[in-house]
């Protein structure tokens, strides 16, 4: 009995995937749990196994495709049965009368709503629900466009296209003017360029660039931040804190490692205070879901990590019941399998706070955005030597600044002002982590 392959829900962000290549080709021998297919997600490319034992007998979604979550992309059928199913070419299903008659008589500017309502009728249409989404933002109607998706389902990139074929269509129904333009226009045309050198300012021309188009990663981040940005009240506080002891603590660690041992990072440090901090405040340790404010036992502290292919942030389970060797070598691992685009799904969800370092590259203030849905960021600027009094004494002091940000609809100023103080206190005296 065929058995259809279907795109699995590997992301709680994207509701399509892109289809980087198949594993198999049609008719090898496939056994359940083997690879099968790869796509990539918003934060990393995976492979995905066979749902059955059989052989690959039909295709339905090629390389680089989009394909929806839930859609069927392949079919697996019996050894048996691999002779019957050989792929053939397909096509669209050529429309009935009624339809070929209401597109033909159709016009582009046409928005009429009974002619809407009897192709609608007589034609269902698939499309992702970025693709209706982007349709109905632009006034474009469904069936006016053509499908590329698999199973004939229209795409977001289908939609893409529409608007751009129907901006060169109205670049070139523009009016042009004449050869030889009159008095009035010649006035009109050359006014703004008298205008600029009148006022003393060169005209140059636009000039050109290249246009890249945004990844889906890219895309996927893009819409995030849009989100954060418009769906949470972000505050962020910010704090001096002098981290001199924290310098001193992580030279003596590193003095006393082995030849072969992880070294410890402050980024590791800091999620082994953050961690245990969040526990004494579990507003901020938490995520913000509809009316609800779900509070965490247990600090699973995502860490931001940059790629190529864009920020992520996986997690560190439990981060307040392990040594710091111990998370030195999970947060380098998790980071490396980042980088090379290998993190498995559930190794980006579930993080209940995030912590993201910007002092390695030499910002000492930023204002992070929150990873929804959780309900609060911290981020961490560079140390820097600078004089500072301490113990009534002008010295040199090690300096870093924290911006703690978070969302005002789920926790207060005076909340998050107390987890900032308690991590600047394990800071400024390390050594009371392990009190």
Not at 89 to 103: I, K, L, Q, R
Not at 210 to 226: D, E, F, K, Y
Not at 335 to 357: W, Y
Request: with cysteine; net charge negative.
């Amino acid at each position: 009995m065929p058995v259809n392959v279907l795109v699995p829900p590997l992301s709680q962000t994207m509701d399509s995937l892109v289809l980087l290549g198949w594993l198999k080709k049609i008719g090898d021998p496939i056994q359940k749990g083997e690879p099968l297919f790869q796509v990539e997600t918003d934060k990393s490319t995976l492979e995905v196994e066979s749902p059955a034992d059989g052989v690959l007998g039909e295709v339905l979604a090629e390389p680089g495709a989009e394909v929806t979550v839930g859609s069927t992309i392949g079919v697996i059928v019996e050894p048996a049965e691999a002779a019957a199913s050989a792929p053939a070419a397909t096509s669209p299903a050529a429309p009935d009368a009624a339809v070929e008659c209401a597109e033909r008589e159709r016009t582009p500017g046409d928005g009429d709503a009974e002619l809407h309502k009897v192709v609608s009728e007589q034609r269902r249409i698939f499309a992702s629900p970025r693709a209706r989404q982007l349709a109905q933002h632009e006034g474009v109607m469904l069936d006016r466009l053509q499908a590329t998706g698999p199973q004939n389902m229209i795409v977001e990139r289908d939609v893409r296209a529409f608007l751009a074929r129907r901006e060169q269509a109205a670049e070139v129904a523009a009016p042009t003017h004449a050869a030889a333009p009159g008095p009035a226009l010649q006035a009109e045309t050359e006014a703004p360029q008298f205008a600029a050198v009148q006022s003393g300012v060169a005209v140059a021309p636009v000039p050109a660039g290249r246009r890249i188009s945004l990844s889906g990663t890219r895309r996927t981040i893009a819409r995030r931040m849009q989100q954060s940005h418009l769906e949470t009240v972000p505050v962020t506080l910010t704090r001096e804190v002098d981290a001199t002891e924290l310098v001193i603590l992580r030279e003596c660690i590193l003095g006393e490692l082995g030849e072969g041992d992880v070294r410890p990072t402050y980024t590791d440090l800091l999620v082994s205070i953050v961690s245990r901090c969040l526990l004494r405040h579990p507003a901020l340790n938490a995520h913000l879901e509809q009316d609800a404010l779900v509070m965490f036992d247990e600090a699973h502290v995502a860490i931001a990590v940059d790629t190529e292919r864009g920020l992520v942030a996986p997690a560190i389970r439990s981060a307040q019941s392990k040594g710091l060797l111990e998370l030195a070598r999970e947060r380098s691992a998790l980071a490396r399998r980042a980088v090379e685009g290998s993190l498995a799904p559930d190794e980006l969800a579930g993080g209940t706070f995030t912590l993201t370092n910007l002092g390695t590259l030499g910002v000492d203030t930023f204002t992070p955005v929150i990873n929804l849905p959780q309900v609060a960021i911290l981020g961490v600027g560079r140390i820097r030597a600078v004089p500072a009094v301490h113990d009534g004494q002008v010295a040199i002091r090690q300096v870093m600044h924290l911006s703690l940000t978070f969302d005002h609809r789920a926790v207060d100023g005076a909340p998050a002002a107390r987890l900032l103080n308690d991590v600047a206190m394990l800071i400024e005296k390390p050594h009371r982590v392990w009190l």
